[in-house]
Structure formats: structure tokens, C-alpha cells
């Protein structure tokens, strides 16, 4: 099959504790192979499988044939994601919820960026710099981003 060339893409996300296996469960179905060395997975990465699917009738008589475009997708294994019982109905800790992980997502992001190649006071477009639209911004109570 050819990219494309398929009926469905299903795509599966393996979750789980670091160490458990995930990478080489998806390895082995995809490849046929097995490594014993660990290697751990960083971020996040995906393997690709095409294969047929025909279902069983209740007859037992195979129905036609569906062409699979498999993307097995591998995590880290170290989500720390918090723990929130939310309700999409009435609405409980679901913006709690998302600001959370919006917060927790710029921290990281804060500590893997090097600011250092940034120039002090560099100046945007309606000349102010960014350190003074900034600060002018949160005494307005705005956002500085």
C-alpha cells in the first residue's frame, strides 16, 4: 500500500510507567524484533503499520477487507499530568484543569529555552522593548505574551 492507500488511519497512543515495555511492544509488532537493551524514549515518537482487517460475520463468512494505516504512537512513560475529576457538564475544574497543564507546559518550556541570545531591550515594533511592554502589561493586568 502506497501512502494513501487505505481506508482507515487509526492511530493508538501507548501509555504506561517508564520501563515497562511500551517501545518494545510497539517494536516487536511493527518490526518482529525485540532489543534487550534500554534504551528510553525521549518526548514522544511513533511507529507505522499497514495491514488488512476482514471481520467475522456472524456467519462466520468474512466481510470485505479494510486497508489499516496503523500509527502506534510511543510516550516517555514519565506523564505526571495532575489528577482532576472534571465534568464537562456542569463545568467542574475543567478550566482548572487546562490552566494546570497551561502553566506546567510554559514552565518547562521557560527552563528549555535559552533566553541568553536574546538582546536586553529589544525593541518590537511600537517602540517600546520587551522587558517595558511587559511589565507595562501586567500593571494593566493584561497579558505580556
Given at each position: 500500500m502506497s501512502d494513501g492507500d487505505y481506508d482507515y488511519l487509526i492511530k493508538f497512543l501507548a501509555l504506561g510507567d517508564s520501563g515497562?515495555?511500551?517501545?518494545s511492544i510497539l517494536y516487536q509488532y511493527t518490526d518482529g524484533k525485540f532489543n534487550s537493551r534500554f534504551i528510553t524514549t525521549v518526548g514522544i515518537d511513533f511507529r507505522e503499520k499497514?495491514?488488512?482487517?476482514r471481520?467475522?460475520?456472524p456467519d462466520g463468512v468474512s466481510g470485505r477487507g479494510q486497508r489499516i494505516h496503523l500509527q502506534l504512537?510511543?510516550?516517555?512513560?514519565q506523564e505526571r499530568i495532575p489528577y482532576f475529576e472534571t465534568s464537562a457538564v456542569n463545568g467542574t475544574n475543567v478550566t482548572k484543569a487546562v490552566e494546570t497543564l497551561l502553566d506546567l507546559i510554559m514552565k518547562r518550556m521557560e527552563r528549555c529555552v535559552d533566553k541568553s541570545w536574546i538582546p536586553e531591550?529589544?525593541?518590537?515594533s511600537n517602540g517600546h522593548s520587551s522587558t517595558e511592554q511587559l511589565h507595562e502589561e501586567?500593571?494593566?493586568?493584561?497579558?505580556g505574551c
Amino acid at each position: 500500500m502506497s501512502d494513501g492507500d487505505y481506508d482507515y488511519l487509526i492511530k493508538f497512543l501507548a501509555l504506561g510507567d517508564s520501563g515497562v515495555g511500551k517501545t518494545s511492544i510497539l517494536y516487536q509488532y511493527t518490526d518482529g524484533k525485540f532489543n534487550s537493551r534500554f534504551i528510553t524514549t525521549v518526548g514522544i515518537d511513533f511507529r507505522e503499520k499497514r495491514v488488512m482487517y476482514r471481520s467475522n460475520g456472524p456467519d462466520g463468512v468474512s466481510g470485505r477487507g479494510q486497508r489499516i494505516h496503523l500509527q502506534l504512537w510511543d510516550t516517555a512513560g514519565q506523564e505526571r499530568i495532575p489528577y482532576f475529576e472534571t465534568s464537562a457538564v456542569n463545568g467542574t475544574n475543567v478550566t482548572k484543569a487546562v490552566e494546570t497543564l497551561l502553566d506546567l507546559i510554559m514552565k518547562r518550556m521557560e527552563r528549555c529555552v535559552d533566553k541568553s541570545w536574546i538582546p536586553e531591550g529589544v525593541v518590537r515594533s511600537n517602540g517600546h522593548s520587551s522587558t517595558e511592554q511587559l511589565h507595562e502589561e501586567k500593571d494593566k493586568g493584561k497579558c505580556g505574551c
